[in-house]
């Protein structure tokens, strides 16, 4: 990839412009850990991005930056600019296109977040990012209290960085959340989704949502039980999001509502029970497992030993069941297959469409 990205700016150098990855790319190739997506910065505006790459996309000409696969590898090449006002505490409200890089690098949210790298691999480090990565801490660029100000969302990233690089928080940036934490209030609940959840997917969640608490964010993010989340060693994000209580104006979709509210139902049942395990699957009772504390290699256990896994497994069907009483199709259907379901679930029928067969005449004919 390293290679690719290299070329890429090679090919803008080569139409006499400026360009160098910068940010996360660069920082986690300094720590050994790989990036699929780069950012490029360039004193090339997207007009003339637009003339070298025909297949640029997804283009943002308002804030200058304009998106580009070359070779499977996306890039996000940004002009360089200053940000000459914020609106929202969210977004520049105007920009300005520059021809210095320094000038650029100063606009952005952490010093490790500055680090560059030129066509022949060179590192370029303006700001002292390297020392900040060997110290393992995460400082602003520039005035903390300014740069959360200006843009709330950096409250969230600072304490994902710090979760995921397992990094501190530099004293000027905890105390700058403190007071510029109320902003949380206006950020996009999609935003404040996907920041928590880059945080819980974390192998280091649990120092994520000791940050979290530790800076007092509960209400501003509108969710509570986060230090119930601490007790479980492992847990997947349903799982947690199962466990916290969260304002529903988080954007959920339907299928994700539907996992957190069956775990809920389960946390109050037997987890080994055979019906519980067939009417909620393997997955929705391995995460309540995760949650109580049970070994998950039990639950497949017992579910694996479940006779019926789905209606599919039965061997008769509606058809043969209207057949054998005459009828035609109804609710009764219903209440005959939640019957034979239990039945057999429960050893005292077998699953051959002879001893369904049997069973359903006798009690239902």
């Given at each position: ?170 004293e000027n940036i905890k105390v700058a959340i403190k007071k510029t934490k109320y902003l949380l209030k206006n950020l996009s609940y999609y935003r404040k989704k996907c ?171």
């Amino acid at each position: 990839m390293l290679e690719v990205a290299l070329s890429f700016l090679k090919k803008i150098n080569s139409h006499n412009y400026k360009a160098y990855i910068v940010g996360g790319f660069v920082r986690d190739y300094l720590l050994g850990i790989e990036s699929d997506d780069i950012d490029v910065a360039t004193n090339a505006t997207p007009k003339q991005i637009k003339e070298i790459f025909e297949d640029c996309c997804l283009s943002n000409e308002e804030y200058g930056s304009v998106v580009v696969v070359m070779k499977g590898v996306h890039f996000e090449i940004t002009t360089f600019r200053k940000e000459l006002s914020y609106i929202d505490n969210r977004r520049p409200g105007r920009i300005e296109y520059i021809d210095d890089l320094y000038q650029d690098l100063i606009r952005r949210d952490f010093v490790i977040n500055t680090l560059c790298m030129d066509e022949n691999g060179e590192i370029l480090d303006y700001l002292g990012a390297k020392e900040d990565l060997n110290r393992k801490v995460i400082r602003t660029v520039g005035e903390s209290y300014q740069k959360f100000s200006e843009d709330s969302l950096r409250i969230l990233r600072a304490i994902r960085f710090a979760t995921i690089l397992d990094f501190s928080l530099d004293e000027n940036i905890k105390v700058a959340i403190k007071k510029t934490k109320y902003l949380l209030k206006n950020l996009s609940y999609y935003r404040k989704k996907c920041e928590l959840e880059k945080i819980f997917t974390s192998l280091n969640y649990k120092y994520g949502i000791k940050l979290i608490l530790e800076l007092g964010l509960e209400d501003e993010l509108e969710i509570s039980n986060l230090s119930r989340v601490m007790e479980s060693d492992t847990i997947s994000l349903i799982g947690i999001w199962s466990i916290l209580n969260f304002s529903k104006k988080y954007p959920f979709n339907r299928n994700e509502l539907n996992l957190i509210q069956n775990v809920h139902d389960v946390m109050h049942l037997n987890n080994f029970d055979p019906m519980v395990l067939y009417k909620y699957g393997l997955y929705v009772n391995s995460v309540a497992a995760e949650i109580k504390k049970i070994d998950i290699k039990d639950i497949t256990e017992a579910y694996n030993a479940l006779i019926i896994k789905s209606r599919a497994d039965i061997h008769i069907n509606s058809s043969i069941i209207m057949n054998i009483l005459h009828k035609g199709e109804g609710k009764y259907l219903k209440d005959i297959y939640l019957d034979i379901e239990r039945e057999i679930l429960c050893h005292r029928l077998d699953n051959t469409e002879k001893s369904i067969s049997d069973y359903i005449l006798r009690n239902y004919g």
